[in-house]
């Protein structure tokens, strides 16, 4: 009995954190699915990774906050909707509501057939920028799902090398922890410029941070 009410407690204070938080708040405002749209808007203002005519693969895009931004980023008007200046692929495990423009592919990433599926919407083209938030189901297990982590990153990392430029960037989510440190040298170990950063709307409890890859060794 005490276990669930200290639970209601903190599932209380976690929604009264989420309701006043400033970036759910903007999310809200200017038509965003989730604040997650303000950590790709972050670094991508910081590190001018983003720019018309480019195309965008989005893996991991559900509820589709990054393809949001990347939709109206692609813009001329930096518009939800109307002319689209660059192409977008979004990919996700689970189901997307529709984004104007956003081609949108359902299936699980580690699946040959679904990464057939992703090179095929490409026509052969490369990426000039590759984005992912994706993160496995957590077990609470620190080492299964530290190797979980790692592996959706190698297959993103995998992925940018066969089908990005050169010149292109790999955006990830990962967590410090265990195996940070070996998928920040296979970062180096790939690119040119490594940059591991940690948006303000990345909640400071979070242990979530971002690394970037630009230029593929």
């Not at 639970?7 to 200017?30: G, R």
């Not at 480019?54 to 990054?66: I, Q, R, S």
């Not at 799902?145 to 790692?150: E, G, H, Q, T």
Request: include cysteine.
């Amino acid at each position: 009995m005490k276990s669930q009410t200290k639970s209601k407690k903190v599932n209380k204070a976690w929604l009264h954190s989420h309701i006043n938080d400033p970036y759910v708040k903007a999310a809200q405002k200017d038509g965003y699915r989730a604040r997650a749209a303000y950590k790709l808007k972050e670094i991508d203002e910081q590190l001018k990774l983003i720019r018309p005519g480019h195309t965008v693969v989005d893996l991991g895009c559900a509820p589709g906050a990054w393809s949001q931004y990347l939709r109206r980023r692609l813009s001329p008007d930096g518009a939800a909707v109307g002319q689209l200046n660059g192409r977008i692929i979004s990919l996700d495990l689970l189901p997307m509501e529709p984004i104007e423009d956003v081609l949108y592919i359902q299936g699980d990433f580690r699946e040959e057939a679904v990464l057939a599926q992703l090179e095929e919407a490409m026509q052969g083209s490369k990426a000039d920028v590759v984005v992912s938030d994706m993160a496995p189901n957590l077990s609470g297990n620190a080492s299964t799902d530290a190797a979980r982590v790692a592996h959706l990153i190698e297959l993103a990392v995998d992925f940018s090398c066969q089908h990005m430029k050169t010149e292109g960037a790999l955006v990830v989510k990962l967590f410090h922890g265990s195996g940070y440190n070996e998928l920040v040298e296979l970062f180096r170990q790939t690119f040119k410029l490594v940059k591991p950063i940690k948006p303000k709307s990345s909640r400071d409890r979070s242990a979530e941070i971002f690394l970037v890859g630009i230029g593929l060794k």
